[in-house]
């Protein structure tokens, strides 16, 4: 997967860069409209991160560009502007995602294969981790071949942890992921323990092969190791 | 107490002042020329007598007063030496009649010529004076009322005609408000003294509508501004946390960075949000159902403050639609919603009062809180819950002024109640 990454802070950028890089997607950066435009030009990506404000013109014109020219992008805005018209305004212009700055890297990474994954035609629509697949369109979760039945929360939140695997998700980014961020940390928290031992407990049930983690009280971790797993078979 | 009124009750006191002494003065000055008058009469009259008296002295003894109008009485020789003559005013009696009749008395003594002392009394009738003082003071009375009605109606008149330019900028100054434009001021007047009003009134609320223009741009961009580096931070802190090596402890430190960094994104946000509803960006609006959304709120809240076993109670009597922008409709009840059950002591209970046109959220309390300062920002006086960031009745008191819904707060019985009039 490549990602082109429009982005005028420098600290940001190499924020991303490094997520994603540990995510194993490879990714290129623009700093400005200009090089931005020529990237665009010269190569394609399977999905665009777009800073909508940059030094020397408007992000929605790169977005513009791109559907001016047929290109098959995805395209995710990451705003530091979190007003409903720009997020509109994106979206009619054919952005598929919507991200208000400050977000947590876990979730813009979950976001990322979404779109990419909608993207896909005809392709694999879930997302596999050995023998567990969630299929994202049924909000259907598989194990062994076997449904797992999940309510709304625990879904929402195995399907966070499941677009990062075997990285540590804080608790609050996890609570975020569930209840919007309208609502303050600490008083979901206590709801998010329950959900999460309710979730370990129903995929060890399962036999899951990804191990469902806690890790000293900061947050969770999905543990999946293909290597390890193909080697026992 | 209007400006016409008080100045009118001024003129009128000083007008009823200066004209009761101007009435006192004229009515004694008359009194006192006409008194003058009498006795110079009296005086006349008793030289004539006298005359007469001396050149018929046979009258003394007879004591002729065939028309009453004087009387003479010997004096002893002592009392005749020492006689003053005096003017007094007396009453006498008429037979005819049967009444007595106010007179002026001149009461003189003279030498007859046998050497004796005589005493004149003469007498003239004041009936006429009297008739006079009457006209007088009824002449003076109406023009008292008619001077004072002239006085109380020309200065209405004038007033009101006067203080026009200064009503017409009060309703101006009405208009005033902040966040909105400064309305078009037309009032020509020539009076000086409001044309500098006017100018002055003007350029005031100009220079506050701009200070508060700027104050907004400043909060809205302060917090723009921060949105970057606050993803710069917690991107760092998530990648810091994703190392291998980290123990425990350092784990705990990142934790409570996340917690505390997610209070600042929170304020953040919510200052966004406040100045953005201050800034009248919200312009949609859509006719929305109370009920629903009201009891998703709740059903999340419920989810989240499980352990607390909070009970509600709904009572619902028809559908409340409110026409206002959705998400800001989500805003205002979430954190009401939220508020109540976060306030709400373990195991304690939520009312919620649905009406066509009212909505009722009362939660169980243990003391009232400040009604005057609960809607201002960061008053977390009484708040135990340290996540609070002080501004989420900020906000929900912004959102109802913005869609002109009254919101208010009581403590009834044990019970925390918001009160929401559907007034638009």
């Given at each position: 997967m490549k990602i082109l990454l429009i982005e005028d802070d420098d600290a940001l950028q190499h924020t991303i860069k490094e997520a994603l890089a540990r995510s194993e997607i490879r990714v290129e950066c623009a700093s400005t409209y200009r090089a931005a435009l020529s990237k665009i030009n010269d190569y394609d990506y399977d999905c665009v991160l777009l800073d909508i404000m940059l030094p020397d013109g408007d992000g929605l014109s790169v977005l513009a560009s791109l559907k001016r020219h047929k290109k098959a992008e995805s395209v995710i805005i990451i705003s530091a502007k979190d007003s409903i018209e720009d997020k509109v305004r994106g979206l009619e212009l054919g952005a598929d995602d919507y991200l208000a700055k400050p977000f947590h890297l876990a979730e813009l990474i979950a976001r990322v294969k979404s779109v990419v994954r909608r993207k896909q035609?005809?392709?694999?629509?879930s997302i596999d981790l050995g023998n567990l697949s969630l299929h994202p369109n049924e909000r259907r979760v598989v194990v062994n071949d076997a449904d797992l039945k999940l309510n709304r929360k625990e879904y929402d939140l195995l399907y966070y942890l499941v677009s990062n695997p075997n990285r540590l998700i804080n608790k609050t980014a996890l609570a975020e992921s569930v209840w919007g961020d309208h609502i303050d940390q600490a008083d979901s928290l206590d709801f998010i323990y329950s959900q999460m031992k309710n979730l370990r407990k129903k995929l060890k049930d399962a036999q899951a092969q990804a191990e469902l983690k806690a890790v000293y009280g900061f947050g969770y971790k999905l543990i999946y190791n293909e290597i390890a797993e193909d080697s026992k078979l | 107490m209007k400006l016409v009124h008080y100045t009118h009750r001024g003129i009128s006191a000083v007008a009823f002042v200066l004209m009761l002494a101007w009435g006192a003065l004229f009515y004694f000055t008359i009194i006192n020329e006409v008194m003058d008058e009498t006795d110079d009469a009296l005086a006349n009259t008793r030289a004539q007598l006298v005359k007469m008296t001396l050149q018929h002295p046979e009258q003394i003894t007879h004591n002729a007063c065939a028309l009453h109008s004087y009387t003479i009485r010997p004096l002893t020789y002592l009392e005749g030496m020492n006689y003053e003559d005096r003017f007094y005013d007396s009453l006498r009696y008429i037979e005819i009649e049967n009444e007595y009749e106010p007179v002026r008395v001149m009461s003189s003594s003279f030498k007859a010529p046998d050497g004796n002392f005589y005493e004149m009394k003469i007498m003239q009738s004041t009936l006429e004076r009297d008739d006079m003082v009457e006209a007088i003071l009824i002449c003076l009375a109406i023009l008292f009322v008619v001077v004072w009605l002239c006085v109380a109606l020309g200065t209405r008149l004038v007033l009101n005609r006067v203080f026009r330019p200064l009503n017409r900028l009060l309703h101006w100054l009405d208009n005033v408000l902040p966040g909105k434009p400064v309305p078009e001021l037309e009032n020509d007047t020539q009076i000086h003294e409001f044309n500098r009003l006017n100018e002055a009134a003007l350029s005031m609320t100009k220079r506050s509508e701009k200070a508060y223009v700027e104050q907004k741009e400043f909060i809205e961009n302060a917090a723009h501004e921060l949105q970057t580096p606050l993803a710069v931070i917690r991107g760092k802190l998530e990648l810091l946390a994703d190392s291998?090596?980290?123990?425990e402890e350092q784990l705990q430190y990142i934790d409570q960075l996340f917690g505390q960094l997610n209070r600042v994104v929170h304020l953040n946000k919510s200052l966004l949000l406040l100045s953005r509803i201050n800034n009248g960006q919200f312009t949609e609006s859509a006719p929305i159902e109370l009920n629903r959304m009201l009891h998703n709120s709740v059903q999340m809240m419920q989810d989240i403050y499980d352990e607390k076993s909070v009970s509600v109670v709904w009572d619902e009597a028809g559908i409340c639609i409110i026409n206002m922008d959705e998400s800001l409709a989500r805003v205002l009840f979430d954190n009401l919603i939220k508020n109540a059950f976060v306030y709400t002591p373990q195991g304690g209970t939520i009312q919620l009062t649905i009406r066509p046109d009212e909505v009722r959220i009362s939660n169980s309390g243990e003391e009232p809180l400040d009604e005057d300062r609960i809607f201002t920002r960061f008053y977390h006086k009484n708040s135990k819950n340290k996540e609070s960031n002080g501004l989420g009745l900020s906000i929900v008191k912004s959102v109802a002024e913005l869609y002109g819904i009254s919101l208010t707060y009581s403590y009834q019985m044990g019970m925390h109640v918001f009160v929401l009039n559907n007034v638009n």
């Open positions: 035609v005809g392709g694999h629509t | 291998e090596e980290l123990n």
